[in-house]
């Protein structure tokens, strides 16, 4: 039988339109640079290989800060489906569990303290605020942003301009 090599996919992130659709999963710890590096190698896999109804995704990926992957389709290309979504959600899973962290866990909230970066559960969060540790200006990372254009003017927002202070 006839054997057909798939079409690569990948783009880097920088590439994609503004308006590729984004995916943020975030680690409650900073990767190693081994870490990281494994990390690319199997996002880089992944994305080359994404599909949607046997469809190649024009898509790409990025580490951030040490802490969050980003996973980016063009779907002027083709859209995400259920399952192309899905398979996403097996990577991460993979990931994680390689990492031993929990790349899904969206009751982790990141923000800036200067130069550092911290990643705290939700409760430690809310303490964060009553106690003042966390102002008004303090840098908080909105990763429920779904468009690569928002990485930029979103993605990270002061405390006051979040929907973070919503819950506390």
Not at 71 to 77: F, T
Request: hydrophobic residues 45%; contains cysteine; charged residues 25%.
């Amino acid at each position: 039988s006839l054997q057909l090599k798939p079409i690569i996919m990948y783009v880097p992130l920088q590439e994609l339109p503004k308006d590729a659709r984004i995916w943020i999963f975030q680690s409650p710890r900073p990767l190693t640079p081994d870490e990281e590096r494994w990390v690319r190698e199997e996002a880089e896999r992944f994305v080359s290989e994404w599909t949607a109804h046997n469809v190649a995704l024009k898509a790409g990926y990025a580490i951030f800060d040490h802490h969050f992957l980003v996973l980016a389709i063009d779907e002027r290309q083709a859209m995400a489906s259920g399952c192309s979504i899905d398979k996403s959600v097996h990577l991460v899973r993979r990931v994680s569990e390689q990492l031993g962290v929990d790349l899904l866990d969206r009751m982790n909230f990141a923000f800036g303290e200067g130069e550092m970066l911290k990643v705290v559960p939700r409760k430690e969060f809310a303490r964060l605020v009553e106690s003042g540790e966390i102002g008004p200006k303090t840098v908080v990372y909105n990763n429920l942003v779904d468009r690569l254009s928002d990485l930029e003017s979103a993605w990270k927002v002061p405390f006051a301009e979040s929907w973070h202070r919503q819950l506390v």
